[in-house]
């Protein structure tokens, strides 16, 4: 009898240290949580569609270097949304789509830590700062960046001008993103 109930014990201890599920980079922000699409529908032909990216933790903490990956991050958002605009279109029987308008949101924050290193190298650029001893102390200045962008779309019967052919960019969009429906995309 004692030998049933310590694994009967034990398994309730082990359940609770499940890994947490990792999603794919193209789902729904509903299911993530922090990263994702999402969609509002505004009229039988238009939506309003966001996607969100993984918050990215950089080391390029300022100038040029953060703002390409800033740029990076708004792109893939923007490809994303488009990928879900195109889903949405043909799942409402519509060929075409156009975007109305477009915003995106970038948010960067920049953290610094510290700590004591004993053999400092002056060479980098970090700010330093001293102990009360003399000793350095390094602040590694490192951002989370946070990219999204949101498009209202319009669908259309038939493309013309400025509108994407909703088949022909869902598939140059999964092609592209080949990845971003596997388990585990989200770090990309």
Same mark, same amino acid.
């Given at each position: 009898?004692?030998?049933?109930?310590?694994?009967? %014990?034990?398994?309730?201890?082990?359940?609770?240290?499940?890994?947490?599920?990792?999603?794919?980079?193209?789902?729904?922000?509903?299911?993530?949580?922090?990263?994702?699409?999402?969609? +509002?529908?505004?009229?039988?032909?238009?939506?309003? =569609?966001?996607? &969100?990216?993984?918050?990215?933790? &950089?080391?390029?903490?300022?100038?040029? @270097?953060?703002? +390409?990956?800033?740029?990076?991050?708004?792109?893939?958002?923007?490809?994303?949304?488009?990928?879900?605009? *195109?889903?949405?279109?043909?799942?409402?029987?519509?060929?075409?789509?156009? =975007?109305?308008?477009?915003?995106?949101? $970038?948010?960067?924050?920049?953290?610094?830590?510290?700590?004591?290193?004993?053999?400092?190298?002056?060479?980098?650029?970090? @700010?330093?700062?001293?102990?009360?001893?003399?000793?350095? $102390?390094?602040?590694?200045?490192? *951002?989370? %960046? *946070?990219?999204?962008?949101? %498009?209202?779309?319009?669908? @259309?019967?038939?493309?013309?001008?400025?509108?994407?052919?909703?088949?022909?960019?869902?598939?140059? %969009?999964?092609?592209?993103?080949?990845?971003? &429906?596997?388990?585990?995309?989200?770090?990309?």
């Amino acid at each position: 009898m004692k030998s049933l109930i310590v694994p009967l %014990l034990v398994f309730p201890l082990l359940a609770g240290c499940a890994p947490a599920p990792v999603y794919p980079l193209y789902t729904s922000v509903q299911v993530a949580g922090s990263f994702g699409y999402a969609e +509002q529908r505004i009229s039988d032909a238009r939506y309003t =569609v966001t996607y &969100t990216a993984p918050v990215q933790r &950089t080391y390029a903490y300022g100038g040029e @270097r953060r703002d +390409q990956d800033a740029d990076r991050r708004v792109a893939l958002a923007y490809d994303l949304a488009l990928w879900r605009a *195109a889903e949405l279109a043909l799942a409402h029987g519509y060929p075409a789509f156009r =975007v109305a308008e477009r915003n995106n949101d $970038i948010q960067v924050d920049v953290r610094h830590d510290a700590y004591y290193d004993p053999f400092p190298d002056f060479g980098h650029h970090h @700010r330093y700062g001293h102990f009360p001893h003399g000793y350095p $102390i390094y602040y590694p200045s490192y *951002a989370y %960046l *946070a990219a999204g962008v949101t %498009l209202a779309v319009e669908f @259309r019967r038939a493309g013309a001008g400025d509108t994407f052919d909703a088949r022909a960019t869902r598939e140059r %969009l999964r092609a592209q993103y080949a990845q971003a &429906t596997a388990p585990g995309s989200a770090g990309y």
